[in-house]
Each structure stands twice: as C-alpha cells, then as structure tokens.
C-alpha cells in the first residue's frame, strides 16, 4: 500500500502571506491512487536541505488532487539558454555548474540518485541561484548496490552503459548527464540531439567520443568536434572530458569536480558556503562579476 511522505517542517522566516511560492498538482486516480513519482519525490525532498536543492514547504492533499507547495523559482536552465542562444557567458557557465556540482554531491553523499538531470530540471532564480529539481525519477541508492530500470534519464543526457541496457549504476549516471549540460551551456546547443531511439543515441555520441573497444573503453576519445566549441572557456574541455567518459566508473566524482581548475577563477570563499545558506546570490561582494539585486543577464556583445 502507498502512503502520503510526512509533511515538511514548517518553514520560519517571511510569513506566509507574503511568500511567493510554485504549485505542482497531481491528479488523484481513485484506482490507482498515489502517482509513484510522487510519492517518491515528497519522501526524498522532506529529508533533502540545501542551498541546491529546492525547497519542499508543504504538501497538500485533498480528495481530488495532491499538491506539492515549492519555493518559487525565476526560471529554469533550458528557458535561459534559449534566451541567450550561441552559449553563456563563462563566468555564468563557472557559477551554474559549481552550484549544480555542489547539489550533486549533496545529494550523492546521502546515497540519492537524481536520475533524470536535463537543463529544465534545473532551476534559476533572479539572483543566480541554481536549485536542482523534480526528483519523481530519483532513488535512494542501496548499498552496496542494486539494479535499476535502464529507462532512466531523458535520451540527450542518458550515458551510453545505460543505453546499452546497463541496470547496475551508481552516481556515475548523474555525472555524465551533468557533463552533458555543462558542454551545452557552453556551445549553446546539446552534444548529444538524438531523435530516434537508443540507437541513434549512440552513434552521435560515439561519433563525438570514439567508438569504444576494450583498450578505449576507459579513456575519452579527443575528437576535434568535441574540443572546438569548448576551447574558449580555460580548462572547460578537461573538466567536459573527465565527466563524459564512455567506461562509467572512469568518470570523475561530483565532490572532485568541484575543485577542478576550471572554477579556480571563481572566489574561494564559494567553497566555505554552509549547505544550508543561499549565499550565492551574495557572489557580487565576493568576486569580480557584478549580478546586482536584478535578473542577471547575459552579455552578447561578444558573440
């Protein structure tokens, strides 16, 4: 039998009156009752606080529908992109993967997969901030390990083990999605735009990466039309290649990519921000770039 997760805390701070907050509504289905997802995504997000996580304030249930009641976001990663087509800045690129990284590896140590990492998973406010979302596909990892369905992960940001029917992963699966988003904020357009099936999946990423053999497998092919779009941004192809290693357990962790020299422009106080703390939007009085109290916005003039 299926049951509604505990309601979340109460949440302290701005009254409730003045709180502008997003509403996700699911249908109740007197025969099937609790959609899975959701029931799965309440559970995990009541035990999940963190600056890069989004905030579960409360769940409503009535006869007819259940409701999730989130902080509000400005937008999200996919809506942004399209609204600076041809790549982000690199400074922007720089604070968005670290804060994505920084979620990952929250929710990693707590042995939770996402599973289903896409740019519109992931949301932005007006200040800067990225908060990872909809966590309907995520599991909590057994340990030592477990198999899982292979029919995870939207097509475009799916690894190439699952692809080929792979059911045993671990956080591996994150980072390569994770890889796939990070080289899409850069060039502006996704590595990887299957449109048929698993099949053609692959062949786009072995055209990029190499097709793999048993001496290949572990390494990263270093195709010229992998490395072009990223030369622009210092550092940005090693990171993009250590995460989107065709052999699973070869891919870097979401803790170590944060050290990665590609973020070492960005101020080391970002490192000593508590989990718990939205001092990102804070990031104008630590580094150099300048977001101000406005929406932040991309500068085109270069491209």
Same mark, same amino acid.
């Given at each position: 039998?299926? /049951?509604?997760?505990?309601?979340?805390?109460?949440?302290?701070?701005?009254?409730?009156?003045?709180?502008?907050?997003?509403?996700?509504?699911?249908?109740?289905?007197?025969?099937?009752?609790?959609?899975?997802?959701?029931?799965? #995504?309440?559970?995990?997000?009541?035990?999940?606080?963190?600056?890069?996580?989004?905030?579960?304030?409360?769940?409503?249930?009535?006869?007819?529908?259940?409701?999730?009641?989130?902080?509000?976001?400005?937008?999200?990663?996919?809506?942004?992109?399209?609204?600076?087509?041809?790549?982000?800045?690199?400074?922007? !690129?720089?604070?968005?993967?670290?804060?994505?990284?920084?979620?990952?590896?929250?929710?990693?140590?707590?042995?939770? @997969?996402?599973?289903?990492?896409?740019?519109?998973?992931?949301?932005?406010?007006?200040?800067? =901030?990225?908060?990872?979302?909809? +966590?309907?596909?995520?599991?909590?990892?057994?340990?030592?390990?477990?198999?899982?369905? /292979?029919?995870?992960?939207?097509?475009?940001?799916?690894?190439?083990?699952?692809?080929?029917?792979?059911?045993?992963?671990?956080?591996?699966?994150?980072?390569?999605?994770?890889?796939?988003? +990070? !080289?899409?904020?850069?060039?502006?357009?996704?590595?990887?735009?299957?449109?048929?099936?698993?099949? #053609?999946?692959? #062949?786009?990423?072995?055209?990029?990466?190499?097709?793999?053999?048993?001496?290949?497998?572990?390494?990263? /092919?270093?195709?010229?039309?992998?490395? @072009?779009?990223?030369?622009?941004?210092?550092?940005?192809?090693?990171?993009?290649?250590?995460?989107?290693?065709?052999?699973?357990?070869?891919?870097?962790?979401?803790?170590?990519? @944060?050290?990665?020299?590609?973020?070492?422009?960005?101020?080391?106080?970002?490192?000593?921000?508590?989990?718990?703390? #939205?001092?990102?939007?804070?990031?104008?009085?630590?580094?150099?770039?300048?977001?101000?109290?406005?929406?932040?916005? =991309?500068?085109?003039?270069?491209?």
């Amino acid at each position: 039998s299926t /049951s509604l997760p505990n309601r979340p805390p109460p949440v302290t701070g701005t009254p409730p009156a003045a709180r502008l907050v997003a509403l996700k509504v699911f249908s109740l289905e007197v025969e099937e009752g609790l959609p899975f997802t959701a029931i799965r #995504e309440g559970s995990l997000l009541r035990c999940l606080k963190h600056a890069n996580i989004v905030l579960l304030h409360d769940i409503i249930q009535t006869k007819e529908t259940l409701t999730f009641v989130f902080e509000y976001m400005h937008t999200d990663l996919a809506q942004y992109m399209a609204q600076h087509p041809g790549g982000l800045q690199s400074h922007n !690129v720089m604070l968005f993967m670290f804060q994505l990284l920084r979620g990952l590896a929250y929710i990693h140590r707590q042995h939770i @997969l996402h599973r289903d990492l896409k740019p519109q998973n992931l949301l932005i406010s007006c200040l800067g =901030e990225l908060k990872l979302a909809d +966590f309907g596909l995520a599991r909590a990892k057994s340990i030592p390990s477990q198999t899982y369905s /292979s029919e995870v992960v939207t097509l475009w940001y799916r690894p190439p083990d699952v692809l080929l029917g792979a059911t045993e992963y671990s956080s591996d699966l994150d980072i390569w999605s994770a890889g796939c988003v +990070f !080289v899409e904020m850069v060039q502006g357009q996704p590595i990887f735009a299957g449109t048929s099936g698993a099949l #053609e999946q692959l #062949e786009k990423i072995w055209a990029v990466l190499g097709v793999p053999n048993e001496d290949t497998w572990p390494g990263l /092919s270093k195709a010229s039309a992998f490395s @072009l779009r990223l030369s622009r941004v210092p550092a940005a192809e090693d990171l993009a290649s250590r995460m989107l290693t065709a052999f699973p357990r070869g891919r870097i962790s979401a803790q170590d990519a @944060l050290v990665h020299p590609f973020f070492s422009p960005l101020p080391p106080q970002l490192h000593q921000v508590p989990a718990g703390k #939205e001092n990102f939007s804070k990031v104008n009085s630590l580094g150099k770039n300048n977001w101000g109290n406005q929406c932040f916005k =991309e500068k085109n003039a270069s491209k």
